[in-house]
């Protein structure tokens, strides 16, 4: 069983910056491809971002050039920090790692 908590989420104006973080716990006994994921509301969950093991990196297109994510194995975090955020960056944000869920935070852009 791992366990994965996030941080971070808020409340922010159209161009400013949040960093979201999964810290993981538990059972953890090999490097996997992690990403975070968001849901707006009523709408389905997308994938934004991944990150495998040797730290090869995709984004959704819709984030390329604002947003960066980023993993720290000796702490099992992965991060992800969104810069020049709009009111279409508006959801729930999930990290997902080794197969777990995190329980997602809420970030709000304002215009």
């Known amino acids: 069983q791992v366990q994965l908590v996030e941080s971070g989420g808020g409340l922010v104006q159209a161009g400013g910056s949040l960093r979201l973080s999964c810290a993981a716990s538990?059972?953890?006994?090999?490097?996997?491809?992690k990403a975070w994921f968001r849901q707006a509301s009523g709408k389905e969950r997308k994938l934004v971002a991944t990150?495998?093991?040797?730290?090869?990196?995709y984004y959704a297109n819709s984030v390329k050039g604002r947003f960066t994510i980023s993993r720290d194995s000796a702490k099992n975090t992965l991060s992800l920090q969104m810069n020049n955020l709009n009111p279409e960056d508006t959801a729930m944000y999930y990290c997902?790692?080794?197969?777990?869920w995190g329980q997602g935070v809420q970030v709000t852009v304002s215009s």
């Open positions: 997902r790692q080794y197969g777990f």
């Open positions: 990150i495998s093991g040797d730290g090869r990196t």
């Open positions: 538990g059972r953890i006994s090999h490097i996997d491809t």
